[in-house]
């Protein structure tokens, strides 16, 4: 069984400081693929437009127990985390759709998040977040914003992406 990499996440209110996080990300040498992206689908949809149903694409059938994994993913739809949220792995849970990208969908969908049996807030703190601080990054998904999150390659990239999220406006910035 492999250890669960630390990853620094923090909650952003609007598109713009989540994009500038997401684009900094990538200039310091993440790809697309390591950082995490979460947000609603009405954020999604609010932010970046509807997808057409044609331009969406199965992913399969993937559960965890107490989510429920489905659906779509989207194509790209021009900014890059739009474009990062539009192929993220659709998780409907009850009561709030969302969109799921990066190495977390993964985890989500294969059970690498433990038993997740208390929907969005379970599988947060299945991911080591704690009780109290996944109880804020959902209520911000709720309200409309989005979380960004990636594994730092090194201790001291780790301090720089958490001072880079806390300059763009990052709340709730956490490194565990």
Sequence with gaps: MSQRKKMVTAVFRNQLDAERAFDAL???GYFDNEVNVLMSDRTRM?????TRDEDRHEVGNMAVEGISVGGAVGTAVG?????????????????IGLIVAGPIA?????????????????????????????????????????????????GD????????????NG???LYS
């Excluded at 900014?79 to 009561?95: E, K, N, R, W």
């Excluded at 990239?157 to 763009?168: G, H, S, W």
């Design 46 to 50: 609010t932010w970046y437009g509807d």
């Design 171 to 173: 709340e709730n910035v």
């Design 157 to 168: 990239e780790a301090t720089k992406i958490q001072k880079l999220f806390y300059d763009l």
């Design 106 to 154: 993964a985890a989500l969908a294969g059970g690498g998040a433990g038993a997740v049996t208390g929907g969005l807030l379970g599988g947060l703190i299945g991911l080591g977040i704690s009780e109290e601080n996944a109880q804020a990054y959902q209520e911000v998904l709720r309200q409309g914003g989005a979380i960004v999150g990636v594994a730092p390659h090194t």
């Design 26 to 28: 990538r200039a310091m």
């Design 79 to 95: 900014a890059a985390l739009g474009a990062v949220a539009a192929i993220g792995t659709s998780i409907a849970l009850p009561g």
